[in-house]
């Protein structure tokens, strides 16, 4: 029996233990080859991590943001409720980002309640004083301004305008400066 074919039947560690001078002189001689014997005997391990459990974990953090969400919209001083800012207002931001795909519920549930830049501006207006008459003051004291409303604000402030009188909500729109003199 060859030295090579006792190798084949062992695994490694028996090899290195009983007949160390042959495996020493194999590994210095046929390296290649007695690492791919090594690797045909090599024990399988199967590693299961189960010290999260990413179910409650997800549903907890679900519970989290919706007790955040309720306070944004009664929030005037809050920011925009982007994904990110959304994600900072939990606990452990780092696992939220590095495992969403084992947080599903979590993901969707950012992605649903961000705020976009109409959105933000729409709560921006409607949670200022309802007795404010005029366009230019109410988009002042919202803290916006003509030039950087989008086109679904400035829809909403004509939706508005005809929903009440006019007597109610006078939409004058700031004087502009005539430039053709």
Known sequence: MTIRS??????SKIAR???QALYTKLYRADRGWLLQINEVHKAKRVYVNNR???RKRNLALVKTLFAIISKIDAGLSLPRATKRWLMFQLSNTPTVEKYSHKLPLTSMTLSRYAESISQYQIRRIT???PNITRRWFLL???GLSEERMTNIIRQFLEE???MLTPFEFMFSALPTADLSK
């Not at 006792?6 to 695994?11: A, D, F, P, R």
């Open 6 to 11: 006792k190798l084949k039947k062992q695994s």
């Open 17 to 19: 233990s009983r007949i």
């Open 52 to 54: 999260v459990n990413w």
């Open 127 to 129: 949670n200022r004083h």
């Open 140 to 142: 002042h004291a919202s």
């Open 160 to 162: 508005l305008n005809e």
